[in-house]
C-alpha cells in the first residue's frame, strides 16, 4: 500500500507505513459474514433435515 510522501515528515510516513502493515495483518483471513439470505437457506436447511429424520 502506499503512503504518501507529501507533507509529512518521515518519522510521520513511518508511523503511516507501520499503521498499513498492521492493518493488513489484522485483516488477511477476514471474510464478511454470511447475508440474510444465506443465514436463512441454513436453516430452512437444518430445520428440514430434522423433520425428515424423524420420519
Not at 504518501?4 to 498499513?20: A, H, K, M, N, Q
Not at 492493518?23 to 488477511?28: D, F, G, K, V
Amino acid at each position: 500500500m502506499r503512503v504518501p510522501s507529501v507533507g509529512l515528515t518521515r518519522d510521520e510516513r513511518r508511523i503511516v507505513e507501520e499503521g498499513y502493515r498492521i492493518a493488513e495483518y489484522m485483516l488477511r483471513n477476514y471474510q464478511d459474514p454470511p447475508s440474510l439470505a444465506v443465514t436463512l437457506r441454513r436453516w430452512f436447511a437444518s430445520l428440514r433435515a430434522s423433520v425428515l429424520a424423524r420420519d
